[in-house]
Nanobody, 118 residues
Framework: QVQLAESGGGLVQPGGSLRLSCAASGSILSIDAMGWYRQAPGKQRELVAHIIGGGGTNYADSVKGRFTISRDNAKNTVYLQMNSLKPEDTAVYYC????????????WGQGTQVTVSS
């Protein structure tokens, strides 16, 4: 059974920073890609940032230059460093992973709330 455990969400003032973590656990053979998505109230879930096994990354235009995704392969963990946060970044953030355990499948975390407000 594969699980994705997110942590690091919370309440922060505009301009502040947060760091999200997502650790994958279970009988994992390999992880092809990991990413972060977010869903604000009344809106569809959207990609925030994505990182593949070779280290390549891509970001939503709205977070470029402010957010950084990174990955610790030894720990099966992905991070999202969020700086210069804006109220419009408020959403539930979900971790996602494409991995083999042993068959290839896509998994979601339970989500962590990020609220940017003064």
């Amino acid at each position: 059974q594969v699980q994705l455990a997110e942590s690091g969400g919370g309440l922060v003032q505009p301009g502040g920073s947060l760091r999200l973590s997502c650790a994958a656990s279970g009988s994992i053979l390999s992880i092809d890609a990991m990413g972060w998505y977010r869903q604000a109230p009344g809106k569809q879930r959207e990609l925030v940032a994505h990182i593949i096994g070779g280290g390549g990354t891509n970001y939503a235009d709205s977070v470029k230059g402010r957010f950084t995704i990174s990955r610790d392969n030894a720990k099966n963990t992905v991070y999202l460093q969020m700086n210069s946060l804006k109220p419009e970044d408020t959403a539930v953030y979900y971790c996602n992973a494409d991995l083999r355990a042993p068959g290839r499948a896509n998994y979601w975390g339970q989500g962590t709330q990020v609220t940017v407000s003064s």
